[in-house]
């Protein structure tokens, strides 16, 4: 009987310590795309707002545009002591389908750790509802109950996007395509 529950016990350690290694593995984060030689940089946020105004025609953004985007807005850091050999990277976004795989990036003492949230966005009457739906710590998949320790850093990369957030949400349908994101200003 001491010998079983040895074995059960050895058997549940084995699983806690390949779980925190394919945790800690961190996913492969594409990097940012620079802009075509040439091409207009057009300013994300204006004409999100301009379209929004004339309703005119679908707004179509692409996945390398968007990081580009979230590149530049947002920058953080990590208050003292953790700040020391802790700090935030960036934001990647990969789209499919109906849904979008933000990859939350940080750099810990040259080590990069991932953390994924699978989301959708919806339309319900006169508003919208963004759902999580899973996710993953590196390369260990979860269910969206175990993201709940991203939820501080989630708010966070909100309140930074307030005013991105605010424009996309006036829009009347949100797609999320293969690669890029279409947004429908028309009135329905």
């Given amino acids: 009987m001491k010998f079983l529950l040895q074995l059960l016990l050895l058997a549940a350690l084995s699983a806690l310590a390949g779980a925190a290694w394919v945790a800690h593995r961190p996913v492969d984060v594409a990097p940012v795309e620079p802009p075509k030689p040439g091409a207009r ?75 994924t949230v699978d989301f959708q966005v919806e339309r319900l009457d006169q508003t919208f509802r963004v759902e999580v739906i899973g996710g993953s710590y590196g390369h260990l998949k979860v269910p969206q109950g175990m993201l709940r320790p991203l939820a501080p850093a989630l708010k966070k990369i909100a309140a930074a996007l307030q005013e991105e957030i605010h424009v996309l949400f006036q829009m009347n349908q949100i797609q999320i395509a293969q690669d890029k994101l279409l947004l429908d200003p028309r009135f329905p």
């Fill in 41 to 115: 940089q057009r300013e994300l946020v204006d004409d999100l707002k301009q379209a929004a105004i004339k309703r005119s025609a679908i707004f179509e953004i692409g996945e390398a545009e968007l990081n580009r985007h979230l590149s530049k807005a947002l920058v953080g850091t990590l208050p003292e002591p953790a700040g020391k050999w802790a700090q935030f990277d960036r934001v990647a976004l990969e789209l499919e389908p109906g849904i979008a795989h933000a990859t939350l990036v940080w750099n810990v003492r040259g080590h990069l750790t991932t953390a």
